[in-house]
């Protein structure tokens, strides 16, 4: 689904992303890791198209893409949960799920049942304002107004942050569930190793905008993993 080669991107006159290359397929989680600062936030708002790469080769689905803006690459299938949610506090959570459908056509611009399944708190909740929800049904919420676009290309970003451990654990499921399905590629940046090393089926670790360690589950050793990924 997604193959970036030999990616950069830099902040000003500051290289930030140093020749990355990485791929994600469809029906299975790439785990982005490392320390803080590495430039893991950089590459999904690179790939999200947030912030353009500087240089490299850009593959979704097979089709070699330029520099398109972000709402381009969110009709082509790229959803992005960005790291801090972006929720808009002042909407309901309705409204909130509404703003994804800017890149759906007409005939499919509703809220689907299967939404509210994965996240049974915000039809509950579906009336209450944004800002008024906690953090774990904020992220929630985030992830929720991603998949209502459709997305073939899932972006996540430290989606466990700040958030209680049975939220965590919810989150977990709906990201196993989604790979499972096999109709996405997901892309996961995570500092809790364990449950980062849980869901992922290829892993990508960056040191100082490079890749550091990259294969799948197979082929790259817990201990390794967590060597590199230690302070």
Known sequence: MLEIENLTLHYGQSPILKGVSLRAETGKVTCVM?????????????????????????????????????????????????????????????????????????????????????????KDMRNRRGGDLSGGQQQQLSIARALITKPKLLLLDEPTEGIQPNIIQQIGRVIALLRDQGEMAIVLVEQYFEFAYGLADRFCVLERGEVKIEGDRESVSKESLRQAVSV
């Open 34 to 122: 490392g320390t803080n600062g590495v430039g893991k936030t950089s590459l999904l708002k690179a790939i999200s198209g947030v912030h353009h790469r500087s240089g490299g080769e850009y593959r979704l689905d097979g089709e070699v893409l330029a520099k398109p803006p972000a709402y381009d690459l969110a009709a082509k299938g790229v959803g992005y949960v960005p790291q801090g949610r972006d929720i808009f506090p002042l909407l309901t959570v309705t409204e909130n799920l509404e703003t994804g459908f800017a890149c759906l056509p007409r005939s499919e611009r509703g809220i689907p049942d299967h939404i509210y399944d994965l996240f049974p708190v915000l």
